[in-house]
């Protein structure tokens, strides 16, 4: 049976927190995403056409932490959502673990090829590793894709490109190299308010499209995030910026 280590890797797009050391290039995870940097990975992406970002970029922001519960008569280490309101048996010794946090952005852009002008909303995913002291152990792969709207007030996030966050340029920017064969994903997610009132949404559902050794020929793989982690809000995310 998977642990909730292994299963949070598959759940949140099969991000490997590997590579990239703090020491090496000091990028700030909330400084990643930016207006120059999304047109820059873009211009990777799709070379004929120029993209410019024209409206909003929301990001949220969720905290994975690693906390030391009861079962039966052991203790063992749990990574849980900061964000999750389900009642877990912490024992009383304060215990400053690794933590990973997930960042997911909605933004508004405009692609013009030719004569042809074409505005979408895109999303783009990542994560960040962190010691117990607060380092920055490294980064996740970077995922985006187009965000369309779902049934019953859902909307979908399709991975179509694989980015490795790789350091900062002169000015400020963050560097990305794009890597080939992106896994196909569609994460469903809706609108939410968390425990204190603050905006966010909530990852519900995530579907495999691409091909995997797991469900055969011509099947998805369905992970469904409150069976797996028997916790509806284990990928919760709060509204940290707007701009």
Do not use: H, W
Request: aromatic share 10%; net charge positive.
């Amino acid at each position: 049976m998977l642990n909730f280590k292994n299963i949070i890797t598959i759940v949140t797009a099969l991000m490997l927190f590997a590579a990239c050391k703090a020491p090496s290039y000091s990028v700030q995870p909330e400084n990643v995403v930016s207006r120059d940097f999304i047109s820059g990975i873009y211009q990777q992406q799709a070379p004929d056409r120029v993209t410019t970002v024209k409206g909003e970029t929301i990001g949220y922001k969720a905290e994975i932490l690693e906390k030391l519960v009861k079962r039966d008569a052991v203790t063992e280490y749990k990574m849980a959502n900061k964000n999750s309101v389900k009642k877990e048996n912490d024992i009383g010794i304060a215990v400053i673990g690794k933590r990973t946090e997930l960042y997911f952005y909605e933004v508004e852009i405009e692609q013009v090829r030719g004569s042809d002008t074409m505005p979408k909303t895109i999303g783009v995913l990542f994560s960040a590793n962190f010691s117990p002291n607060g380092d920055c152990l490294g980064f996740g792969p970077l995922y985006i894709g187009d965000i369309d709207r779902g049934s019953n007030n859902t909307k979908m996030f399709k991975t179509d490109g694989l980015f490795r966050i790789r350091g900062m340029t002169s000015d400020g920017e963050t560097r990305a190299g794009r890597k080939p064969n992106c896994p196909e994903l569609v994460f469903f997610y809706t609108y939410a308010s968390g425990s204190n009132g603050q905006l966010g949404l909530s990852f519900s559902q995530v579907v495999q499209t691409s091909k995997n050794k797991i469900s055969g020929i011509n099947k998805f793989l369905v992970y469904d995030v409150a069976r797996i982690f028997n916790d509806p809000d284990a990928l919760s995310f709060l509204l940290t910026k707007t701009n």
